[in-house]
């Protein structure tokens, strides 16, 4: 199966800046819709940004401007970068894989998860 896994995340001072990366072991990566979602304690697990095959990128309205998410398809990898950080950006953050080829209602792959903690 395709695995994701997410690294970057930690502990960042308030209008800090922090990478998260995602690794696929996939050589399908390239045709994946990618995506960052985030959850954070007590809140539903909600959308953060999407990249397609072709780049076009997608953003929550609480991240526009701050947020930019960005793709390495020779690397299998996606990226979030996130500057500006608030303490409501603390959240674990997903990383999610969604195959073309397969028809299904929400993205195929899922990764661990990586904490990012804002705070002063």
């Known amino acids: 199966q395709v695995q994701l896994v997410e690294s970057g995340g930690g502990l960042v001072q308030p209008g800090g800046s922090l990478r998260l990366s995602c690794a696929a072991s996939e050589n399908s990566f390239s045709i994946y819709v990618m995506g960052w979602y985030r959850q954070a304690s007590g809140y539903a697990r909600e959308l953060v940004a999407t990249i397609t095959s072709g780049g076009s990128t997608n953003y929550a309205d609480s991240v526009k401007g701050r947020f930019t998410i960005s793709r390495d398809n020779a690397k299998n990898t996606v990226y979030l970068q996130m500057n500006s950080l608030k303490p409501e950006d603390t959240a674990l953050y997903y990383c999610?894989?969604?195959?073309?080829?397969?028809?299904?209602?929400?993205?195929?792959?899922w990764g661990q998860g990586t904490q990012v903690t804002v705070s002063s």
């Open positions: 999610a894989a969604d195959d073309p080829r397969l028809i299904r209602t929400t993205y195929d792959y």
